[in-house]
């Protein structure tokens, strides 16, 4: 688990304004802050998830990413995960997972996570042989996270909300907004954000700004997780 400095305002979406879909909304960007809090290095292994719901797994796909897993099973390992350490995991915001995806207070607005080149950091269609890899196999990013582009999606705390909430205007009469600090998405829905992309993505889903949602009930072949807290 990495510490993740934060209470510096940093811009969140779209910053580039290329994300220009048909029918999909678009993606506002909003000036955001945020409190230090700590995010793992990799998404959560299928060893590691074996280990704490004491169910079996392949050694040979120990260092797999867990997939599979619906919103709600994720939390049912947190809790339990929270029980033997007596710690307090938990999944990232979605505005804490962009603003480490984008390398945090290191950030050099690459459009992938640590890189321009996908092909250094991430698992895509193009170069994943159609299966998932090993965590960590890619170079890492700028706050040594890794596979935040690609490999597998995911899951965020959030429930999805199509637009992120702006802060408030500074004043009656000025344009200028405060940052949203520490934002959690929508307050009702049952569909949660994911993001990333993942080994079966085309390179546009693994910009470190975009996002998908998916129902809390629903598991996927290439949909993972990584801890926070």
């Not at 995806?101 to 640590?114: F, N, Q, V």
Request: charged share 25%; with cysteine; net charge neutral.
């Amino acid at each position: 688990m990495l510490l993740v400095k934060g209470g510096v305002p940093f811009w969140m979406g779209d910053l580039l304004n290329i994300y220009r879909p048909f029918f999909a909304p678009r993606i506002n960007k909003v000036l955001v802050q945020l409190d230090d809090f700590h995010i793992c290095d990799h998404t959560v292994t299928q060893e590691e998830w074996g280990t704490v719901m004491e169910t079996s797994f392949e050694q040979r796909n120990a260092k797999l990413p867990q997939t599979s897993c619906s919103w709600h099973q994720v939390y049912e390992f947190i809790e339990r995960l929270n029980k033997l350490t007596n710690w307090n995991f938990r999944l990232p915001t979605e505005a804490e997972w962009e603003y480490t995806a984008r390398g945090g207070e290191y950030s050099d607005g690459s459009i992938y996570s640590g890189k321009n080149i996908l092909d250094t950091v991430g698992w895509y269609n193009m170069n994943s042989d159609n299966r998932l890899h090993a965590v960590c196999q890619k170079e890492s990013n700028q706050l040594g996270l890794y596979d935040m582009s690609g490999n597998v999606w995911e899951w965020c705390e959030d429930i999805y909300e199509p637009r992120y909430i702006e802060g408030p205007f500074k004043s009656l009469f000025s344009l200028e907004r405060f940052p949203s600090k520490n934002p959690h998405g929508g307050t009702k829905g049952n569909y949660r954000v994911i993001r990333g992309g993942s080994y079966k993505s085309k390179d546009t889903d693994c910009w470190v700004f975009y996002r998908e949602k998916q129902k809390s009930t629903k598991s996927f072949s290439d949909v993972g997780f990584r801890l926070a807290y």
